[in-house]
């Protein structure tokens, strides 16, 4: 089993609707958790972190985080062409400083 | 702009020459790692440094080789390089540990 996992996709949505990415981690003391996007040929950029578990809001993107069931979203609401992209999932690795990511997922927002 | 900086942007190699990967950051942060990039298999970290003056072995160490002689730059070296090298080289850094990483721009390596 992977440490950590999204589907591949790609998950199409069309434009304004909510696009819900995945993901599950294996390490049950993980405490911190991150959403990364990266565009084609570019560096990944940080767009969300969560550190407890509920909701973490931040203009249309939303983080929810479930330790209990070691499972981490992103939720973007009125999705535009723009959010087009792979959504790259990272768990810190607990006691260390370094992160696991998923193979991430690619999102498609279809105009 | 306050950053990462890694170069060159792109190489084509020969396999069995040696190459070091540039990586400087002006953001004072004391952690610093590379990872390989590769489709289907995400990030994969390759080597770390916790601070200046330390390095240790990520997931995909061999064939790689790193120092960290300052807090600005953490040099990454293939010191005979192989096709299963190609990919793309992505060097990043933290500070405070544990909120996120900041990515420099990558470096796509082939070698041939």
């Known amino acids: 089993q992977k440490e950590v996992e999204q589907n591949s996709g790609p998950l199409s949505v069309p434009e304004g609707a909510i696009a819900s990415l995945n993901c599950t981690y294996s390490?049950?003391?993980?405490?911190?958790f991150f959403w990364y996007r990266q565009y084609s040929g570019k560096s990944p950029e940080l767009i969300m972190s969560i550190y407890s578990n509920g909701d973490k809001e931040d203009g249309r993107f939303t983080a929810q985080l479930n330790k209990a069931s070691q499972y981490v979203s992103l939720l973007i609401r009125d999705s535009q062409p723009s959010d087009s992209a792979t959504y790259l999932c990272?768990?810190?690795?607990?006691?260390?400083?370094?992160?696991?990511f998923g193979t991430g997922t690619r999102l498609k927002v279809l105009a | 702009t306050a950053g990462i900086t890694q170069a060159p942007t792109s190489q084509i190699l020969a396999a069995g020459r040696s190459m070091t990967l540039r990586c400087t950051q002006d953001?004072?942060?004391?952690?610093m790692y590379w990872y390989r990039q590769d489709l289907g298999l995400g990030l994969r970290l390759i080597h770390y440094s916790n601070t200046a003056g330390t390095t240790g072995k990520g997931e995909v160490p061999d064939g790689y080789s790193v120092s960290r002689a300052n807090t600005d730059d953490f040099p990454l070296t293939l010191a005979s390089a192989v096709p299963s090298q190609t990919s793309v080289y992505f060097c990043a850094s933290s500070d405070p540990q544990g909120v996120g990483y900041t990515f420099g721009s990558g470096t796509r390596l082939t070698v041939v």
């Open positions: 990272a768990v810190l690795t607990s006691g260390t400083y370094k992160y696991i």
């Open positions: 953001m004072r942060h004391n952690a």
């Open positions: 390490d049950r003391v993980s405490q911190s």
